[in-house]
């Protein structure tokens, strides 16, 4: 059914939103389902001009929370559409995945074609075969993550869904990626009381308040990331936890590790470090030369783990 659904996908519908000449379909193929979430369903696909494998993307209409208006463009477009193609037009970063293109296909929604690197595997994933990664591992993933974020913030973009699904590792290289803009917003300095990301990784003054801000929110998921990554799964599961803000180690974690955990988990979001104080954490200090030289020995290691692409 869900392969069927795909075809005439390929061969229906019409091109309305893009400076596109070509209809969508003349241009990629979509090829069977990857996987679906809250803001669509993700495919395969292949554009046709060289055979460079994409993904693709699929957004009804009826499931956007955000809109936002293209230079130039008379329709408004998903926020996404317009993070992604902000971020892109900067030059994109090696951190976060790149939106190739996008469609507005009637009866369809929109379309957004995706890179699609071959040998990723979702950090979730990474996580869940490993049960817990060595801190070295999990501190060469966090700087890149923490690196991406600081471009994404420079260029206006806060991406609000920060977790272990929304993270990619390529295989052979163990770089990482960002992805999943669906909840994603224009950055600014005034408080944010609206929330599409995930409860588990939102911080304590949502839960009480239904307001944070851009910076502390993003503080807060990387201080869950993190300890879900050396720990193997996330610090809270219910509201009470998140509002005590009081990890508990279950594994044997280094005391710089635990140090900077607790700091992005702080309870006042004042007292959160910024993304440049995470960066100059001693924990984070302290691994660079060693990550430098032991890089390629960890590359060897994993590089011939199963892999599930995107």
Not at 16 to 42: A, M, N, T, W
Not at 138 to 167: C, S, T, W
Not at 189 to 194: D, G, L, M, S, V
Request: contains cysteine; proline residues 5%; aromatic residues 10%.
């Amino acid at each position: 059914m869900l392969e069927k659904r795909a075809a005439e996908f390929h061969l229906e519908g019409e091109v309305i939103g893009k400076d596109v000449k070509e209809p969508f379909c003349s241009q990629y193929h979509c090829g069977s389902l990857l996987g679906r979430g809250g803001f669509g369903s993700v495919f395969s696909g292949q554009r046709l001009s060289d055979g460079l494998q994409v993904a693709i993307k699929q957004i009804s209409s009826d499931r956007v929370q955000q809109w936002a208006r293209l230079p130039g463009k008379v329709s408004p477009v998903p926020m996404e559409i317009a993070l992604l193609q902000r971020l892109s037009e900067v030059g994109g970063h090696e951190g976060v995945i790149s939106m190739l293109d996008w469609f507005e296909v009637e009866g369809w929604g929109f379309l957004l074609v995706m890179e699609r690197p071959p040998h990723y595997q979702d950090l979730f994933d990474f996580i869940t075969e490993r049960e817990a990664l060595p801190e070295q591992l999990a501190l060469r993933f966090f700087r890149q993550i923490v690196e991406a974020l600081q471009f994404m913030h420079a260029h206006g973009v806060v991406h609000r869904d920060i977790k272990d699904e929304n993270i990619v590792v390529d295989m052979r290289t163990l770089d990482v990626k960002i992805i999943d803009f669906g909840s994603g917003a224009p950055l600014k300095e005034t408080p944010y009381n609206e929330f599409e990301g995930t409860r588990v990784y939102s911080p304590p003054e949502w839960v009480l308040s239904q307001s944070y801000e851009a910076v502390s929110l993003t503080v807060w998921s990387l201080g869950v990331l993190l300890f879900d990554m050396v720990c193997g799964d996330i610090p809270f599961e219910r509201d009470q936890e998140i509002i005590r803000a009081t990890p508990i180690f279950n594994r044997r974690v280094s005391k710089e590790c635990q140090s900077l955990i607790h700091w992005c988990l702080s309870y006042r979001p004042e007292e959160r470090p910024t993304l440049e104080e995470i960066l100059s954490h001693p924990w984070m200090k302290g691994g660079e030369v060693e990550d430098e030289e032991e890089g390629g020995d960890l590359q060897e290691k994993h590089s011939s783990l199963p892999t599930q692409s995107l």
